[in-house]
């Protein structure tokens, strides 16, 4: 009995850490990139009639996130 406890356990608690691991592990949406890099910016949204593009760019180094896709 106890061991179709243990089982049954198993079984609910493995299909939740599956879940939790994907969505640590997780995909980047953002690539490094020296093109159009600004020097001590934060936010830049520039709007276009078809697209957004956001970048970012960190303080410390000449890399700006770029949102993959552009």
């Not at 691991?21 to 276009?48: A, P, W």
């Not at 078809?50 to 896709?69: A, D, M, V």
């Amino acid at each position: 009995m106890f061991l179709l406890f243990l089982l049954g356990t198993a079984c609910l608690f493995c299909p939740c850490w599956a879940k939790f691991q994907d969505s640590v592990k997780g995909k980047s949406m953002y690539h490094y990139s020296r093109l159009s890099c600004m020097t001590f910016c934060e936010d830049i949204n520039f709007m276009n009639f078809k697209r957004r593009t956001e970048i970012i760019c960190c303080q410390h180094s000449n890399y700006c996130n770029l949102p993959e896709g552009l």
